[in-house]
């Protein structure tokens, strides 16, 4: 199974990615950590992306593109996956056809995330991520037991340079822009689920393989198609 998750930044992507990818067996694959570590790397593609993810803009088409293209297309790629942040432009939606289109297997469902822009806002600027292990906490909603230090690996938690507040709104305009479009691209083609965001984290991933016709109810881990 293929699907893509949209929705603005904060819309919980990657807390559902993590979430369906213990019940299923799509990899999740989230350009937004791919970049991260890119640019932690100090790779060509990281030093390139690091300054339009600092001000909270879209890395060019030409260097996201070729980096899925990269991890989709070789020998060995996942033929079952969650995609997180990508396709984000409709250059970049055409391109996942094309690439698909010559692996002849179809994008089966595109679930977008809804959530008012206050609480978007709320969230992601109380966001805390641990510099070692990435475990993610939230100050109002999942607070770490000691301040500014990782529940799981005693790590340092830092705030990430784009969620500041300033650089919040423009990654929110730039959604607005640049991926809202998306919602029409999909939705003309037939494979869109809009799910309702708000709420726990367990109702919202209901909802999501709800509106994937995936069972809800069950404990054990679903098995998807490849
Ligand atoms: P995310 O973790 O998905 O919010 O992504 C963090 C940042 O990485 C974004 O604000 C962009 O600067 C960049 N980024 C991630 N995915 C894409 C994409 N598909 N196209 C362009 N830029 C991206």
Redesign the pocket.
């Known amino acids: 199974m293929r699907i893509v998750l949209l929705g603005p ?1 904060g819309a919980g992507k990657g807390t559902q990615s993590k979430l369906m990818h213990e019940r299923t067996t799509m990899t999740h694959i ?3 950590d791919l ?1 991260r570590a890119a640019v932690s790397a100090r790779t060509e593609i990281g030093v390139a992306a690091k300054s ?2 600092d001000r ?4 060019p088409d030409s260097l ?1 593109i070729g980096m899925i293209d990269e991890h989709l297309q070789h020998e060995g790629a996942p033929r079952s996956f969650m995609l997180d ?4 432009t409709v250059a ?1 939606a055409e391109a996942l056809q094309r690439m698909l289109e010559t692996q002849h297997v179809p994008l089966d469902h595109v679930v977008s995330i809804d959530v008012p822009r206050n609480e978007l806002v709320r969230r992601l600027s109380g966001r805390r991520t641990c510099r070692q292990c990435g475990a993610m906490f939230h100050l109002a909603f999942d607070p770490p037991g000691r301040p500014g230090v990782c529940d799981r690996c005693g790590g340092e938690l830092f705030q990430r340079e ?1 969620d500041r507040e300033e650089t919040i709104r423009a ?1 929110l305009d730039v959604y607005d822009n640049a991926t809202a479009p998306l919602v029409a691209f999909y939705r003309t083609r037939g494979t869109l689920r809009a799910v309702d965001g708000t709420g726990s984290t367990a109702a919202v991933l209901d909802r999501i393989l709800a509106g994937m016709g995936v069972p809800v109810s069950a404990d054990a881990p679903v098995r998807s198609e490849p």
């Open positions: 930044p989230s350009t937004g970049l339009y993810m909270g803009e879209l890395v996201v942040g990508f396709p984000r970049q784009d990654r």
